[in-house]
């Protein structure tokens, strides 16, 4: 089974770019998807999760600007992002927990995509 990001790319500040993760096989077995980004000698930061009935939870840091949510046949997570600010430049990754979601500790998450470069000019 593999998580499978895409919809990365370079974008202005203040504009909007969606991400897309593609999962299949998670979808029916997992309680927890989330959406994760790092930077270059950072930790990895938790943004946005959600649980098998839907309900979303975000970090301060992009409440109100991002939105998670999955697609209709439950094979793709997306995470929108509008507003983009040059701090928001980093690779994004998915991620799947079996257990459900417990917060935005990437420990909690055992299984990752291979991440997707987003990139935001001032």
């Known amino acids: 089974a593999q998580l499978k990001e895409s919809g990365g790319g370079s974008v202005p500040a203040g504009g909007s770019l969606r991400v897309s993760c593609a999962a299949p096989?998670?979808?029916?077995?997992?309680?927890?998807m989330a959406w994760f980004r790092q930077t270059s000698g950072k930790e990895r930061e938790g943004l946005a999760s959600?649980?098998?009935?839907?309900?979303?939870t975000y970090a301060d840091s992009v409440k109100g600007r991002f939105t998670i949510s999955k697609s209709d046949d439950k094979t793709t997570l997306y995470l929108q992002m509008n507003d983009l600010k040059p701090e928001d430049t980093a690779i994004y990754y998915c991620?799947?927990?079996?257990?459900?979601?417990?917060?935005?500790?990437?420990?909690?998450?055992?299984?990752w995509g291979q991440g997707t470069q987003v990139t935001v000019s001032s």
């Open positions: 991620a799947a927990n079996l257990g459900g979601c417990y917060g935005l500790d990437p420990d909690q998450f055992p299984d």
């Open positions: 096989e998670f979808f029916s077995r997992t309680r927890c």
């Open positions: 959600i649980t098998t009935l839907g309900t979303p």
